[in-house]
């Protein structure tokens, strides 16, 4: 049995050699290291170029050489496995080494557990390029912040960046580009990042653990975009409610075993049900996923979307919009939130000004502590168990 960490796969019926031969696997090249942090697991993995793994989760593991399983933040469910082959990670590496300088003699950190699909992604990439890895995964916000001082790139969530900016600790003036995916963020963050560091560049990018990288936003765009599409991807809108559907390199292959969800195919092109928009220069503006979809009085509303205007007001650290059975409207929305009570009354008024009074939320439900998953991502599921009947 094993020990370190890692899901074993099945064994490469040719052996070692197929595994030489196989050029779009990973590797760690010779000037790839780690600067500081845990990443025993990741290493060992790593240690034999193109074996099969998974950091984390339970179960079979299904990739095979070749290949690898990560997961899904799990912020609506159990996490699930995302099979993939290394090649479309790989792809996307080479990009990045072009876009971003990533490569020999810079320092990237990621925020995250390597059994976590964005905080694995950048530590592989960092390796496989060469770069030395910050792994800061499990540290407490003020200690990351003090790491990072050391740092150039890092690879983070919003509510991972959140955390940071709220823990004491020094400028991290050597940080020259933050990059955020797994949710939008809100002004009030990008402010409070601009206060931490600087000097850094705040990319913005969407993507899925299904789909890797989508749309990058540049420095221009607005802050209701996502950016115009990655190099290599092909985006589309289709239907009444607008899906967006994608095609490129940078797919996964499917879900582990037994193991359902929300992806659906068509002709090479998948979608993961997020619904959203593309203005006239190609810019993608996402309302948020089909699956928290609410309808309220024969009017659609997407939860996601009044979560990040609620983190825009003065008073409020965090937001989660959940939905509450009504017996006039099937529906109503009631918003949990962290921050300062006393601004109820302003915010309340700021939700009905913007969404009109179907839309709004109908309560604020003030919490001290904040339910969140081993990502940093809100545990939804803890607190819809908490929405009053």
């Not at 979307?305 to 109503?332: N, W």
Request: hydrophobic share 45%; charged share 20%; proline share 7%.
């Amino acid at each position: 049995m094993r020990t370190d960490g890692i899901a074993p796969g099945p064994a490469c019926a040719s052996g070692g050699d197929i595994l030489t031969e196989k050029k779009d696997v990973f590797r760690i090249a010779p000037t790839g290291r780690l600067v500081c942090g845990e990443a025993g697991a990741l290493l060992a993995a790593l240690a034999t170029p193109g074996q099969p793994f998974r950091l984390g989760g339970a179960g079979a593991l299904v990739a095979r050489a070749g290949e690898f399983e990560t997961l899904t933040s799990g912020s609506t469910g159990r996490p699930r496995h995302i099979r993939r082959s290394m090649a479309s990670w790989i792809r996307s590496f080479e990009v990045n080494a072009g876009l971003f300088g990533v490569g020999p003699g810079v320092a990237v950190a990621v925020l995250g557990g390597m059994e976590q699909s964005l905080a694995l992604y950048g530590a592989i990439e960092a390796l496989h390029l060469g770069a030395g890895l910050m792994a800061l995964g499990g540290m407490r916000p003020d200690r990351q912040r003090a790491a990072l001082a050391r740092a150039e790139v890092i690879y983070a969530s919003p509510a991972q960046l959140r955390l940071l900016v709220e823990a004491p600790g020094p400028v991290l003036a050597g940080l020259r580009l933050v990059l955020c995916g797994g949710a939008a963020l809100d002004e009030g963050l990008r402010d409070a990042l601009r206060e931490a560091a600087p000097g850094a560049d705040l990319r913005a990018f969407y993507g899925a653990a299904e789909t890797s990288f989508v749309s990058l936003a540049g420095p221009d765009d607005p802050t209701q975009s996502v950016g115009q599409a990655y190099p290599g991807v092909e985006i589309e809108i289709r239907g009444a409610a607008g899906e967006v559907w994608v095609r490129s390199p940078y797919l996964f292959i499917g879900y582990g075993a037994g193991d359902p969800g929300p992806a659906r195919w068509q002709e090479g092109w998948l979608s993961v049900g997020e619904i959203g928009a593309l203005d006239a220069r190609g810019r993608l503006r996402l309302f948020g996923r089909a699956g928290r979809m609410v309808t309220v009085a024969d009017q659609n509303v997407f939860p996601e979307a009044i979560e990040i205007f609620l983190l825009g007001l003065p008073g409020v650290r965090r937001a989660a919009v959940l939905p509450r059975r009504d017996a006039r409207r099937g529906v109503h929305l009631v918003a949990f939130v962290q921050g300062d009570p006393a601004q109820e009354a302003a915010v309340m008024a700021a939700l009905r000004r913007e969404l009109g009074p179907l839309k709004a939320p109908k309560a604020l439900i003030w919490r001290l502590d904040w339910p969140m998953l081993g990502s940093g991502k809100t545990d939804l599921e803890a607190l819809a168990r908490e929405v009053p009947g």
